[in-house]
């Protein structure tokens, strides 16, 4: 080797030399770290702070033994959903649901298409507990690795709360927030007119009342038709009145009248709230359509309360 090469080489790693031994011993260290992760046989588990079946309102978890059971339910509706077996998927829900909810099948067809138009992922939460009623927050998303795709509309997620409870033995599901349906046989009677509670719809976040209502008199009779507040209300063990959100329609009664009519209230299944009484809080008794129509004043007007 000619001396002129030699000084060039010698020149080379005095100006390099430790550029060049730190990138040879980094170069170790990776062999060596790539080497000892080959040999490690035993993955360290993922450590997580996700608990399905802990409650989020802190109101008692989900027993043991129904928390695998639990899952598989789920589990197995999101999967006839997916494949599209509407009928397999029906048939988890609990009969209340099924009668209430979904009476058609073809109006539980287009919720599955709806929820599932392609095939989705999804993960569950326990969210609150009652009186062996298990309210899951179900989280409905799609599979972006399945996908391959990551963009706003795979990132979207659509939730709702799944109501597990045991009907017959067996553990069934019901959907849309709905708890189910508990008859009832409450009435108030007088000349006038008689009020019958028939049943109350139960879902997560509210409830609805559904009423049946005749007018006995030759009178026009006006229960709700929004003109002032708490109309129709309830008494609470709270102590306070807790007035409709909603009436699907005006409840007014021609003479002679019956018809059916459904009031909602704001009221959550894991409150502690006992309802009292329902009160009706200005009843309008009219000769007539023309009269209410027309502004005249009533020829009574009354407040009256049905005891729960």
């Not at 359509?289 to 502004?295: A, F, H, K, R």
């Amino acid at each position: 080797m000619g001396t002129k090469i030699k000084t060039t080489i010698i020149d080379f790693f005095k100006k390099h030399g430790k550029k060049i031994i730190i990138i040879l011993f980094v170069w170790g260290v990776i062999l060596a770290i790539n080497y000892f992760v080959g040999k490690m046989e035993d993955v360290p588990e993922i450590q997580t702070n996700y608990k399905p079946h802990e409650s989020v309102m802190e109101n008692g978890n989900v027993p043991t033994d129904l928390q695998d059971p639990v899952e598989q339910l789920i589990g197995q509706f999101v999967e006839n959903c997916n494949n599209k077996d509407y009928e397999a998927a029906y048939n988890l829900l609990t009969e209340d649901c099924k009668n209430n909810i979904y009476p058609d099948m073809e109006l539980f067809k287009q919720y599955v298409d709806s929820v599932f138009p392609n095939k989705k992922i999804y993960n569950i939460q326990n969210f609150s507990n009652k009186d062996e009623v298990y309210i899951y927050t179900v989280n409905i998303l799609n599979d972006i690795l399945a996908s391959g795709l990551n963009n706003e509309k795979d990132e979207q997620v659509y939730s709702e709360k799944y109501i597990v409870k045991k009907e017959n033995g067996q553990l069934k599901l019901s959907i849309r927030e709905y708890v189910g349906r508990q008859n009832l046989s409450y009435m108030y009677e007088d000349e006038y007119m008689k009020i019958k509670i028939e049943s109350v719809d139960v879902k997560y976040d509210n409830i609805v009342y559904n009423l049946n209502i005749t007018n006995k008199s030759e009178n026009y009779i006006v229960y709700s038709d929004y003109s002032v507040d708490y109309e129709i209300a309830l008494d609470t063990s709270e102590g306070l009145k807790r007035r409709a959100d909603e009436v699907l329609e005006p409840i007014i009664l021609d003479k002679l009248e019956t018809k059916n009519f459904s009031v909602k209230f704001t009221i959550f299944y894991d409150e502690d709230t006992v309802i009292q009484d329902m009160l009706f809080d200005y009843i309008r008794i009219y000769e007539s359509d023309e009269d209410y129509e027309n502004g005249k004043n009533p020829i009574d007007d009354f407040a009256i309360k049905i005891k729960f």
